[in-house]
Nanobody, 124 residues
Framework: QVQLVESGGGLVQAGGSLRLSCAVS????????MGWFRQAPGKEREFVAG????????DFPDPVKGRFTISRDNAKRMVYLQMNSLKPEDTAVYYC?????????????????WGQGTQVTVSS
């Protein structure tokens, strides 16, 4: 059974940092692209970061570019999202997601596995 379990969310002041972690139980994890998405109340889910199977390629949308980084440890089957210079508009539930393919894409419909999410709240 495939499981993705996020951790590291919480409450932080604007300008602060958080590091989210995602533990992945997929046996072929090292061949899968991974992504992070978020969804704020009343808003659609949006892509915030992606990484290809070996970590050579990453992708970020403009709202988080330069503030967020994504990394992975294939030996530990872990994916990380480092979030710096957080803003109140970053407040959302953050989800870890995995693809069957090793290529990173920004569309949620192309991800096959999802975690349960972790809440990130940024106070002003």
């Amino acid at each position: 059974q495939v499981q993705l379990v996020e951790s590291g969310g919480g409450l932080v002041q604007a300008g602060g940092s958080l590091r989210l972690s995602c533990a992945v139980s997929i046996r072929t994890f090292s061949s899968r692209a991974m992504g992070w998405f978020r969804q704020a109340p009343g808003k659609e889910r949006e892509f915030v970061a992606g990484i290809d199977w070996n970590g050579d390629t990453t992708d970020f949308p403009d709202p988080v570019k330069g503030r967020f980084t994504i990394s992975r440890d294939n030996a530990k089957r872990m994916v990380y999202l480092q979030m710096n210079s957080l803003k109140p508009e970053d407040t959302a539930v953050y989800y870890c997601a995995g693809r069957l393919s090793g290529v990173v894409v920004p569309t949620g419909e192309d991800y096959n596995y999802w975690g349960q999410g972790t809440q990130v709240t940024v106070s002003s």
